[in-house]
């Protein structure tokens, strides 16, 4: 493929991630809106902790530039890329889209021809709405589908690559994603869609996984509340190969960036087709964030120790972690709250107080709450409140 300038908007885990990769064949330059992380790329710092992007950010040949100058960023480009962020908003119940308008506003100004690819997970029919809205063709939607902590592995290893458009700009971007995976990647499913339908990928992909999440959280409460073994209830269900043993760990409820906020966005755009199952998805992480809190209200402890606030073992951010949601409810009970955080860099979270002293969680906790389990709390195992079985994501 002929070496192309490629602009991306918004570095961040998806930003970054592809931006890594295709810069080892091509021209490539971040436009992001905060100074600090522009800085750490050009000093060949990943600003995501992410051990195949720091392998790629170590090596001398390795020359990603970054900027906060759209102008800078956006004039000579071929391709630009879209990953900023679209929140969920409580108000309208569905995603903020506006840092993508914004950045399409942008890219039309300053450079009038380019391919405009939406990396940014966005609503069921937004793509077309945002080529008529701007009266610009050549936008194209391709969903998304790392996890943080893996994000470069998995755009190297993709489970498939999903393109909005059977036209040639398609085939361009296609062969785009292909050529920064492995290079034994005749394997690799790719599917040319309309946008529509690539939009629907993503949130019904995202949707489904939130459901297994949910799934087995309910099988859990179910078990805790009737004194059954919840790991031998999910061993015996999950040998049957149809249902498979795996993605089957019991949690506080499914969080992180994407699932609490692509499940409602689904909801949104359910409004005009009967459902029950997507609003069952939505409103049993509530249930199971009550019922966890609950139980541990029940316990009648003065301190609740927190420990970690991230939702995956590997992550560096706590992002919608259902342990927030948990910690809020028994903290409406008055109960007190310290938080074993490492990762966080103030004193308090939220009016609780935050501590980097593991000891002092483990001393002054009379219950200490872990949506993962560590064996670093081995020591205290009569204090722990988890629901982590395998010990897996
Ligand atoms: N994080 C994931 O695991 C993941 C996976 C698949 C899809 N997605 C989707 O990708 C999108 C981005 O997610 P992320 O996790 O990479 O977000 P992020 O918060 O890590 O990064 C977004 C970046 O965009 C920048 N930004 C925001 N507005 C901007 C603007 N107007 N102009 C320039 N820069 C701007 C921010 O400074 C930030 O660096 C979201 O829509 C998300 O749903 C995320």
């Known amino acids: 493929m002929k070496k192309k300038n490629v602009s991306i908007i918004g570095a961040g885990y998806v930003g970054l991630s592809l931006a890594a990769l295709i810069s080892i064949k ?142 040639v700009d398609g085939e361009m971007i296609k062969s785009l994603l292909l050529s920064i995976a492995h290079q034994n990647n005749e394997k690799i499913k790719c599917y040319l869609t309309d946008s529509g339908e690539a939009e629907a990928i993503k949130l019904f992909s995202n949707t489904f996984l939130a459901m297994r999440v949910s799934y087995f959280n309910e099988l859990d409460s179910f078990c805790e509340k009737f004194n059954l073994n919840s790991k031998s209830v999910i061993e015996g269900v999950c040998s049957d190969f149809r249902i498979g043993n795996y993605y089957n760990n019991p949690s506080f409820g499914y969080g992180g960036y994407c699932l609490p906020k692509d499940t409602q966005q689904l909801l949104k755009n359910f409004e005009e087709v009967p459902n029950n199952l997507i609003k069952a998805i939505v409103d049993a992480n509530t249930t199971r964030k009550d019922f966890i809190a609950n139980n541990i209200i029940n316990m009648k402890p003065d301190t609740v120790g927190v420990y970690r606030l991230l939702m995956k073992k590997n992550s560096d951010n706590y992002r919608s972690s259902a342990i927030q949601g948990v910690i809020k409810r028994i903290k409406a009970k008055g109960i007190n709250i310290l938080i074993y955080e490492p990762e966080y860099h103030e004193d308090l979270f939220f009016n609780s107080e935050v501590t980097k002293d593991l000891s002092e969680l483990k001393e002054r906790s009379d219950v200490i709450i872990a949506n993962r389990y560590s064996k670093e709390l081995s020591d205290v195992k009569n204090k722990i409140y988890t629901k982590d079985i395998f010990n897996t994501d």
């Open 26 to 167: 091509n021209n490539v330059i971040c436009y992001d809106k905060d100074l600090e992380k522009v800085d750490k790329i050009n000093r060949k710092i990943s600003p995501i902790k992410d051990d195949e992007i720091n392998e790629i950010f170590k090596n001398a040949e390795f020359s990603l530039k970054a900027t906060a100058d759209p102008n800078l960023a956006l004039k000579e480009a071929d391709i630009v890329i879209v990953a900023t962020p679209t929140d969920y908003n409580i108000e309208t119940s569905e995603f903020d889209t506006s840092s993508i308008e914004e950045s399409v506003q942008t890219i039309l100004t300053l450079s009038k021809n380019s391919l405009i690819l939406i990396k940014s997970t966005v609503p069921i029919g937004y793509t077309e709405k945002l080529r008529k809205k701007f009266k610009y063709p050549r936008i194209i939607f391709s969903p998304e589908f790392l996890r943080e902590g893996r994000a470069v592995y998995d755009n190297l290893y993709p489970s498939r690559i999903v393109v909005g458009n059977k036209g």
